[in-house]
């Protein structure tokens, strides 16, 4: 059964940095394609990034790109997502997630259908 545990959620001022950490459990880690989605109050799901199992292809939504940036380390099965230039519309719940085919990457959130309980991240203007 695969497990996802994310922290390093907080409060931060708009421009700052914070860095998220997802500790995987249950299968193999590098076989399968992780990502970062968010959800902000009274707004739908956001897929805001994702990264392929080995970790050399990565996308980024319009949204983020440029100042999120999206790691894996597969010896510690965890995936990181590095935020900066944070902004007030940063702020909502983010939620790891894992895909289910291996070795597959896609930037559709319907093919990332394990996700972890949620960290929320709040960025005051």
């Known amino acids: 059964q695969v497990q996802l545990v994310e922290s390093g959620g907080g409060l931060v001022q708009a421009g700052g940095s914070l860095r998220l950490s997802c500790a995987a459990s249950?299968?193999?880690?590098?076989?399968?394609?992780m990502g970062w989605v968010r959800q902000a109050p009274g707004k739908e799901r956001e897929f805001v990034t994702g990264?392929?199992?080995?970790?050399?292809?990565?996308y980024y939504a319009d949204s983020v790109k440029g100042r999120f940036t999206v790691s894996r380390d597969n010896a510690k099965n965890t995936v990181y997502l590095q935020m900066s230039s944070l902004k007030a519309e940063d702020t909502a719940v983010y939620y790891c997630?894992?895909?289910?085919?291996?070795?597959?990457?896609?930037?559709?959130?319907?093919?990332?259908?394990?996700w972890g309980q949620g960290t929320q991240v709040t960025v005051s203007s």
């Open positions: 990264i392929s199992p080995g970790g050399a292809n990565t």
């Open positions: 997630a894992a895909g289910d085919r291996r070795y597959s990457f896609t930037n559709s959130i319907s093919d990332y259908p394990y």
């Open positions: 249950g299968r193999t880690f590098s076989s399968y394609a």
